[in-house]
């Protein structure tokens, strides 16, 4: 049966109509359902050997176009319901998003399993079903409010196994209902899964923001996902959201090994996990403690459970280095105290520098240091990040185990981030190289034959107004905005942080309106767009949200500066948000502190669209930078070893900063009677004094050279046809940055599972 006729079948089968006759809300459920069948009629890859990817978030955004792209039946629908005169996008307006992800992270993993399913790897990810997910961002008086996100509904992808495995807490114990996503691999017959875990007997949503009884375990432990904030009240029931998530993806793990025939005393050879960050790193002492019951020695569950663990780092920022208090541990899962404290007498005896112990003075468990000792593998996500951790952050740790570390330089599947969000991208590069980029991105590079070539770069232009005019819809209906598709898109799209410096943008677009204000017009219109989600204890997050809806008040309504500078929040911005944006980008914002950022993938996507990065030397920019080369790229500011150098010395003063020339008057118009008269002014006031006085992310360092690249990037915009050169370098030399490559790489050095 062809794609039509199922359909057919499907919509007489549940609505007895045509699908002609069905509304868009048949037609997509229809159109789940077929897709869904499809895809869970594939069976697994084969192979000895089982991945287990862990993670606390899986970003995966809607399923609809992406699964119908790996089952091969993109184009078909398309064609379908166009005859019928409708759109994919518009049935994916049926669609709800799952946001169970806070960003790169999350999103990475959802790109993993995308690609662990496209090659054809014997491999699931294991997670957890938050009901309400991250939250929902309203942006209201200048400000984010949060709300629940309830992304489930009676249909969505989430398939009910029948399989339970009971979790036992201290006091209590908790049915573990396992639901699965399938995942179809593109150009196999094979699918994945990704295996999500809930509570029975999940809570109702709150009737107001996101406070829930933090309590009541039983019914709210899947409620929310928690983003990674400072709130301390919700530290506990992280804790157990943690154990829930690893006690059962390991009685999962032990369940399939003696499916597959295997006795536990050979886990190490036929499992692998790889543990996504310290969230899940509980599994260690949690496998230990299940094969111990299963009668191994604790030198053999040791030994097997240390062969079959892998650990990822995402971080470098010490306060997001998970460190929990034992006393939590106690609480939620005592069986696993004996567990650590013998895994931190055997890590002591390796090695007596109390840096690398497990459990530290203060009573709590290092997470990372529990990864790195009994797991056989520590990567970072970039080069200069692995460099950072070898030399820097983990040096302890690199001298004692130097075997284990590697990097591998994250990637993003570039079906979902280029073959579904810019058709029109796609179509043009296959018909000037053809389609073996789809399954070999590095096939991009073919492209630079065309750099001389002014009709194909200015069909470059044309598909990027397109994309521009499209988003400018998309942002008048959505959020009633109207905007100039001609001016320059300038984006900056991540989780709300210091270290991103979003402060700073905001203060090159305080820069550009008082030049305007002083009668110097840019060549071009401006349109600065922002999406960024603050967690919701993060309040100088949310002051730097406020600035930033404060200066869009404050442009919106000022004739004089409005037709040349435009600044806009996106509200909510999430998976399908960025669908949207990274097409109509030309100026990709990647511009935190040199050192913090471990790798950054939004780069990578919008690099992958033709914007061209203005950025630092940090994470994978660096690998950018270095491929595309000086011609088609921004970079300024400090480095990263000058950076490093200055904390290290505690030397740098953000009040020196301040009074350079060229910085003071900026930082000071966040409390100019202008601002004050549209802001808050508690709110501006305070975000001013910590500019000031503290910086810890040293924006103000940072702010002229960003400035002046800047308006080199945006004078240079202006010869279009050398700037669509840009683009095209940028396009044809992001295939390395494809998560097809980076998963081959794991493979290759650390799961061996083909
Ligand atoms: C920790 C403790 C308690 C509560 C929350 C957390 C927590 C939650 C989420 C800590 C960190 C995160 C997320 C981190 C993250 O998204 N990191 C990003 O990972 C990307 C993929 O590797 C990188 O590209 C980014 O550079 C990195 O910031």
């Known amino acids: 049966m062809n794609l ?62 992406n699964n119908l792209l790996a089952l091969g039946l993109f184009e078909e ?138 309590g009541d375990i039983p019914h709210s432990l899947t409620s929310f996902l928690y983003p990674d904030d400072s709130d301390r009240a919700g530290q506990l029931l992280r804790v157990y959201q943690q154990y829930f998530l690893v006690s059962a993806g390991a009685q999962l793990i032990l369940s399939e090994l003696e499916e597959r025939g295997y006795s536990p005393e050979t886990l190490s050879e036929h499992v692998v996990v790889q543990i996504n960050d310290t969230h899940p790193s509980m599994v260690i002492p949690e496998l230990i403690r299940l094969l111990l019951e299963r009668g191994l020695s604790m030198d053999a569950a040791v030994e097997q459970v240390s062969g079959a663990c892998a650990y990822t780092n ?109 058709p029109a991208l796609s179509e043009w590069i296959t018909a000037h190289i053809g389609p073996e980029w789809k399954t070999a991105p590095g096939a991009l590079e073919g492209l630079l034959a065309f750099q001389e070539d002014t009709a194909a770069l200015e069909e470059l232009l044309s598909i990027k107004a397109a994309n521009k005019e499209r988003l400018c819809r998309a942002l008048r209906e959505r959020q009633g905005v109207e905007l100039d598709p001609a001016s320059l898109f300038d984006i900056q799209i991540k989780r709300l942080h210091e270290y991103k410096r979003q402060q700073m943008n905001a203060l090159y677009v305080i820069y550009k309106y008082l030049e305007i204000k002083g009668g110097r017009l840019p060549a071009r219109p401006i349109t600065v767009l922002f999406g960024a989600k603050a967690a919701p204890a993060y309040q100088m997050a949310k002051h730097i949200i406020h600035l930033i809806l404060s200066l869009q008040a404050l442009i ?4 004089q500066v409005r037709p040349w500078l435009r600044v806009v929040m996106v509200e909510n911005y999430n998976v399908s948000w960025a669908e949207q944006l990274i097409p109509a980008c030309d100026l990709s914002e990647q ?11 939004g780069n990578m996507k919008l690099m992958a669209n033709g914007a061209v990065t203005l950025g630092t030397l940090d994470g994978a920019n660096v690998e950018i930078a270095q491929l595309v080369g000086p011609e088609a790229v921004y970079t300024f500011g400090a480095s990263s070893q000058e950076v490093i150098r200055l904390y290290q010395e505690g030397s740098y003063r953000s009040l020196e900063q301040y009074h350079r020339p060229g910085v003071e008057y900026l930082v000071d118009f966040l409390v100019s ?82």
Not at 556 to 559: G, I, M, R, V
Not at 591 to 601: C, D, F, H, M, P
Not at 749 to 754: A, E, G, N, Q
Request: hydrophobic fraction near 40%.
């Open 591 to 601: 511009i935190s502190l040199a050192s913090k950022e471990a790798s950054g993938t």
């Open 77 to 214: 629908a398309r064609d379908l319901l166009a005859g019928m005169g409708r759109s994919l996008a518009g049935l994916e307006e049926q669609e709800r998003e799952p946001s169970l992800g806070n960003g790169g992270l999350g999103r990475l993993a959802a790109c993993f399993l995308d690609s662990i399913a496209a090659l054809g790897l014997n491999g699931d990810g294991v997670g957890l079903n938050y009901h309400y997910g991250l939250f929902r961002q309203k942006l209201a008086d200048l400000k984010q409010q949060e709300e629940p996100d309830p992304w489930m509904e009676a249909e969505s992808w989430l398939i009910p196994t029948g399989k339970t495995f009971s979790v036992p807490f201290g006091g209590f114990s908790l049915p573990a209902v396992l639901y699965d996503i399938a995942i179809p691999g593109a150009h196999t017959g094979t699918a994945g899964r990704l295996h999500l875990f809930d509570v029975p007997e999940p809570a109702p949503a709150p009737a107001h923001g996101i406070d829930f009884e933090k």
């Open 556 to 559: 919106d309504a000022d004739p």
């Open 673 to 754: 009677p202008e601002l004050l008269s549209v802001g808050d002014p508690a709110a501006l006031a305070t975000l001013w004094r910590d500019m000031k006085h503290k910086d810890y992310f040293m924006a103000l360092l940072d702010t002229q050279d960003y400035i002046a690249a800047k308006e080199r990037a945006l004078s240079d915009f202006e010869d279009r046809t050398a700037w669509a050169r840009k683009m095209l370098v940028n396009i044809a030399k992001s295939g390395y940055f494809s998560s097809d490559r980076t998963i081959a790489e794991y493979d290759r050095d650390i799961w061996h599972l083909s």
């Open 314 to 422: 995402h971080t470098i920022l010490a306060e997001a280095l998970e460190k929990w208090p034992l006393e939590f541990i106690e609480t939620a899962a005592p069986q696993l105290v004996p567990i650590l404290q013998e895994l931190d007498r055997r890590a002591r005896a390796r090695s007596a520098d109390p840096r690398t112990a497990i459990l530290d003075g203060e009573g709590r468990v290092h997470m990372a240091h529990l990864d790195i000792h009994f797991g056989r593998s520590v990567n970072g996500v970039a080069a200069l990040h692995t460099e950072i951790l070898k030399h820097t952050e983990l040096k302890p740790f690199y001298e004692l185990y130097p075997e284990k570390f590697n990097n591998k330089t994250n990637g993003v599947t570039f079906r979902r981030w280029l073959e579904v969000c810019n």
């Open 4 to 65: 039509s006729q199922r359909l057919r079948a499907k919509t007489m089968e549940r609505y007895q109509l045509p699908p002609e006759e069905c509304g868009d809300a048949q037609l997509f459920h229809a159109l789940m359902a077929v897709t869904q069948d499809l895809s869970t009629a594939r069976p697994a890859p084969d192979g000895a050997r089982k991945l287990y990817y862990f993670s606390a978030e899986f970003l995966m955004g809607k399923l609809l176009s």
